[in-house]
């Protein structure tokens, strides 16, 4: 009797859960794809905060890291760690700059196709724009709350360093609400944005090495 | 004369380059302890993580080094970079060694060799001691292994574990330092390298 009692408390709790999240019609798409380009066209640059999870599944607890993302466009972005440690990363074109608790360091991107794809996949993301790039398999889902894209990468190089790719966006503004990355190993990280302003002045001092 | 003389030098020579500097003047004594423990990874509750700066060959990376005991003698250790992505996931399991993941250009023999030495070395709990040296500030307990040995020094004051150090019969190869250390949690950690220019620093975040 219990039993009975349990599977069917279960079924209440589970249908409306799965009920949640359903695929995309192609209007539904196309209406989101419209959304998320014209966002894009019109963000000159994007000053965020986020927290940042990274789940291992043998782990008790993520590991939960805060800091601050600024975007210039077209292609720079300042991503900075500041709890529980120190850490800048400046995208700029094919360079990658970082600064490790002052330890600088400059990576050439231009030598790996690899690093290229990761930084475009990063840039992209911000932006939001990643339906122009055909190196996906994507799927969309939508739910009350957010529209989701799932991108699984064609190339097999790329799929032994991504699983896949998911971006949530707000309903109704097109903003890119988290990012989640899945490792081939089926663990994740998980970013999440928030207190964010578009189209505010970047302080030429952001993206200086 | 002389015959015996140049015997005696090359004896002394022998003898000289045979004795590590790590024991050098002490006397090895029959060990006072059955087992030897290394407490800085053997709670199950705790996940360790650790800022991680690496110096290879004079290039410096960064990462987050993640390690947990899931079972008795058993621990997973996992790199990723600082913005989640990971690089290699091991795990430890005795003598096992299982790789779960590991990025193409880190996937080279030679390294995995190298980490699989260090992480084994690092988070391997019990030692059984073959000799001890006694010097004022600490103790050496020597543990024999088939190629290389290791020292495990236990400052006399404390009792805490300072220092893994690796030798082959004639120097020392490699040393883990642990300091900051409360709680059997150590909260700085070197592990460096004397045959190669690798460095790794860690900071318990």
């Given at each position: 009797m219990i039993k009975w009692w349990i599977v069917r408390l279960m079924l209440l709790v589970?249908?409306?859960?799965?009920?949640?999240?359903?695929?995309?019609?192609?209007?539904?798409?196309?209406?989101?794809?419209?959304?998320?380009?014209?966002?894009?066209?019109?963000?000159?640059?994007?000053?965020?905060?986020?927290?940042?999870?990274?789940?291992l599944d043998f782990l008790s607890n993520d590991i939960e890291t805060k800091g601050k993302m600024i975007f210039q466009s077209p292609d720079k972005v300042r991503w900075e760690y500041t709890d529980p440690y120190s850490y800048v990363v400046i995208f700029q074109g094919d360079r990658l700059h970082i600064d490790d608790a002052g330890k600088k360091s400059t990576i050439d991107m231009g030598s790996s196709e690899l690093f290229q794809q990761m930084n475009q996949l990063i840039v992209n993301s911000v932006k939001g724009n990643l339906f122009s790039a055909g190196d996906f398999n994507r799927t969309f889902f939508v739910s009350p709350e957010w529209n989701k894209v799932v991108f699984v990468p064609k190339d097999p190089k790329m799929s032994r360093y991504i699983a896949a790719f998911e971006l949530l966006f707000q309903k109704k503004t097109g903003m890119v609400h988290e990012v989640k990355l899945i490792e081939p190993t089926q663990d994740y990280t998980r970013i999440i944005f928030s207190e964010r302003t578009l189209n505010t002045p970047v302080d030429a001092a952001a993206f200086r090495h | 004369m002389l015959q015996r003389f140049v015997i005696s030098c090359v004896l002394l020579g022998v003898l000289q380059s045979c004795s590590l500097a790590l024991t050098?003047?002490?006397?090895?004594?029959?060990?006072?302890?059955?087992?030897?423990?290394?407490?800085?990874?053997?709670?199950?509750?705790?996940d360790y993580v650790y800022k991680a700066q690496l110096q290879v060959y004079g290039n410096y990376f960064g990462g987050i080094l993640v390690i947990k005991k899931i079972a008795p003698q058993q621990h997973r250790v996992v790199f990723t970079t600082e913005m989640g992505k990971s690089l290699f996931d091991f795990e430890f399991r005795q003598e096992e060694f299982k790789i779960h993941y590991i990025i193409e250009e880190l996937d080279r023999k030679l390294l995995l060799n190298i980490l699989e030495n260090d992480?084994?070395?690092?988070?391997?709990?019990?030692?059984?001691?073959?000799?001890?040296?006694?010097?004022?500030?600490?103790?050496?307990?020597?543990?024999?292994?088939?190629?290389?040995?290791?020292?495990?020094?236990?400052?006399?004051?404390?009792?805490?574990?300072?220092?893994?150090?690796?030798?082959s019969a004639h120097k020392e190869k490699m040393a883990i330092e642990f300091s900051e250390i409360s709680e059997d949690h150590a909260k700085k950690i070197k592990i460096a390298h004397f045959n190669l220019k690798l460095t790794i620093d860690l900071y318990a975040l």
């Open positions: 589970a249908v409306p859960l799965m009920a949640q999240e359903r695929p995309m019609s192609s209007a539904q798409q196309e209406e989101l794809i419209a959304q998320v380009k014209a966002l894009a066209e019109t963000t000159t640059s994007i000053h965020t905060k986020f927290t940042q999870y990274k789940h | 050098k003047g002490l006397t090895a004594q029959p060990p006072s302890i059955v087992t030897l423990q290394n407490p800085y990874f053997a709670d199950q509750a705790i992480f084994r070395l690092l988070t391997s709990e019990r030692q059984r001691p073959d000799a001890v040296y006694q010097t004022p500030e600490s103790n050496l307990y020597k543990v024999d292994g088939p190629k290389r040995w290791r020292f495990y020094e236990v400052d006399n004051n404390s009792a805490q574990l300072k220092r893994i150090v690796q030798t």
